[in-house]
């Protein structure tokens, strides 16, 4: 079936590097995808989202970009901080009505002194 | 801060027990999930509600059922807990019509069935 995956589970970089996590998705339908941030003991919280009709969006220290024609999103975090340290997860939305965001494996950031 | 809240945070029963998940939030959302995640997995969608007396099966199968009596609630229950049950069960909400797919989650439940 369809589903989001993650190259890498543990991605280790030093505080003030930028990191880039990136996610495969293989649901050619999906039009929105989603950036989650998931620290120790809670829930998820949103980052940065991108709709299809987009290559690029950025936010605050974070960058998305949606390759489609490799079916890649990848978010980048310039400066990264000790607080980045986390589980981020990329999510789809495969129906804007519902709601229902397919999830894919996480990434650890692990931020380094 | 999102507004949603999760009761208890920790659990560990013993087989066989009925337990019930808790679950609220305060922004008026239509919309509820119900989502499990074990540790250092992704999250599978098991139950969601669109309204009162809305609920849907997610896309993980799931021995828990789930309720939507007011809309601030969405209660997950466990008639008879086992092992297989151990996990950690996220809630989230979002708002109807919005057009972006943020969700807001709870802290989370984690559960341990002995």
């Known amino acids: 079936g369809e589903s989001v995956g993650l190259h890498l589970p543990t991605l280790s970089v030093q505080e003030g590097d930028n990191s880039i996590i990136n996610c495969a998705y293989s649901n050619s339908a999906s039009d929105y995808f989603i950036w989650y941030k998931q620290e120790s003991g809670k829930g998820p919280q949103f980052i940065i989202d991108i709709r299809s009709n987009m290559d690029k969006r950025q936010g605050q220290r974070v960058t998305v970009l949606l390759n489609k024609t490799v079916k890649h999103l990848s978010l980048q975090i310039a400066a990264t901080q000790p607080g980045d340290s986390a589980v981020y997860f990329c999510?789809?939305?495969?129906?804007?009505?519902?709601?229902?965001?397919?999830f894919g494996t996480g990434t650890r950031l692990q931020v380094f002194p | 801060e999102a507004d949603i809240y999760q009761t208890p945070r920790y659990l560990v029963i013993g087989t066989g027990k009925k337990i019930t998940l808790e679950c609220s939030q305060t922004m008026g959302h239509d919309k509820m999930y119900w989502y499990q995640q074990d540790p250092g997995m992704e999250l599978h969608l098991i139950h969601y509600?669109?309204?009162?007396?809305?609920?849907e099966k997610g896309d993980l199968s799931s021995e828990s059922t789930v309720s939507r009596i007011r809309t601030e609630h969405f209660p997950l229950t466990l008639e008879s807990a086992r092992p297989s049950h151990t996990s950690q069960y996220l809630c989230a909400s979002s708002d109807r019509g919005f057009d972006t797919g943020e969700l807001f989650f709870g802290e989370g439940s984690r559960l341990t069935v002995l």
């Open positions: 999510a789809e939305n495969l129906n804007r009505e519902t709601d229902k965001l397919i």
């Open positions: 509600s669109y309204g009162v007396n809305s609920t």
